[in-house]
């Protein structure tokens, strides 16, 4: 069972334009949902986190908007460069009891054309 | 150096072969993980650890082994490799259950 559904698998995107990443989970209690983004034979690094008590985060050109009733979170990439290049996993966890450890998205494969 | 460091990066075993994959790293942090990545599938976690001497099944625990003696290392062994087997494998670790891990640059390992 996929707790973490990620939308869509590829993605291209004009240089300049807006790079738009959707996720939806299922679990209630999850309370930590990071991104992370990851070039070709490196290790994921996370880009940009948020907790469910916000509705938006942002960092330079990287937005997470979430929203709690929906259990869905998305990623924005406002002018996008060929640099942001990668794959990008969102990912869900929380605190309390239970199952340690991230659950990830399948990821997505953004392009960035120049 | 500080951080976390895998090795070795690159791995061919033939099936049935013992192999264990290491892992080290220099923040004293509590939690450590092994996920394994395959197309199609994203980042799976096998084990995790939640201190030394504490370790747990993760999603897809089968066919693999852990041990955490001491705070800094997981190693992650594969007593009979199988075909299946084969993917890219990462360690990570975070301070606190629910917050931020640190992924190593992984181990690409071939089962033949």
């Known amino acids: 069972q996929q707790q973490v559904k990620q939308s869509p698998q590829s993605l291209i995107v004009q240089k300049g334009g807006i790079s738009i990443i959707n996720c939806a989970y299922e679990?209630?209690?999850?309370?930590?949902f990071p991104w992370y983004q990851q070039f070709p034979g490196k290790g994921p690094a996370l880009l940009i986190a948020?907790?469910?008590?916000?509705s938006e985060k942002k960092e330079g050109r990287f937005t997470i908007s979430f929203n709690k009733s929906a259990k869905q979170f998305s990623l924005h990439i406002m002018d996008s460069q060929p640099g942001d290049s990668a794959t990008y996993f969102c990912a869900a966890t929380y605190g309390g009891g239970g199952a340690d450890g991230l659950t990830f998205g399948k990821g997505t494969h953004l392009i960035i054309q120049p | 150096d500080a951080g976390i460091t895998q090795s070795p990066r690159y791995k061919i075993t033939e099936t049935g072969r013992q192999v264990t994959l290491m892992c080290h790293q220099t923040?004293?942090?509590?939690?450590m993980f092994w996920y394994r990545q395959d197309l199609g599938h994203g980042l799976r976690l096998i084990y995790y650890s939640a201190a030394a001497d504490i370790t747990d099944k993760g999603e897809v625990p089968d066919g693999y082994v852990v041990s955490r003696s001491k705070t800094e290392n997981f190693p992650l062994t594969l007593e009979s490799a199988t075909r299946s087997q084969t993917s890219v494998y990462f360690c990570?670790?975070?301070?606190?259950?629910?917050?931020?891990?640190?992924f190593g640059q992984g181990t690409r390992l071939t089962v033949v």
């Open positions: 923040w004293s942090h509590s939690y």
């Open positions: 948020i907790r469910p008590d916000v």
């Open positions: 679990n209630t209690a999850f309370d930590y």
């Open positions: 990570a670790s975070s301070e606190q259950r629910g917050t931020e891990a640190f």
